[in-house]
């Protein structure tokens, strides 16, 4: 069984920062790619950062230049540090996980980020 564990979330005001981390536990797998989604109310889940076990890494329009994805190989830890956070940033972010021995996508429980103006 897969398990994904995030922390790293709060309240924050317009511009400030926050670093979300994520870490991957259970049957022995092999990482295709680690990346974070989010979900604000009434609207869909977007994927706003991925990277791949050999450290490449793609961002959503909204995020590049603020946000920045980094992954730990060796303790199967994904983290995303966001800077100069804006208040349509608010959202409940989601971890994600391809594995090469499943061709679906693993998700975390989520953890609330809010940016106040």
């Known amino acids: 069984q897969v398990q994904l564990v995030e922390s790293g979330g709060g309240l924050v005001q317009s511009g400030g920062s926050l670093r979300l981390s994520c870490a991957a536990s259970g049957t022995i797998f092999t990482i295709n790619a680690m990346g974070w989604g989010r979900q604000a109310p009434g609207k869909q889940r977007e994927l706003v950062a991925r990277i791949s076990s050999g450290g490449a890494a793609n961002y959503t329009d909204s995020v590049k230049g603020r946000f920045t994805i980094s992954f730990d190989n060796a303790k199967n830890t994904v983290s995303l540090q966001m800077n100069s956070l804006k208040p349509e940033d608010t959202a409940v972010y989601y971890c994600?996980?391809?594995?090469?021995?499943?061709?679906?996508?693993?998700w975390g429980q989520g953890t609330q980020v809010t940016v106040s103006s």
């Open positions: 994600n996980m391809a594995i090469k021995e499943s061709p679906y996508d693993y």
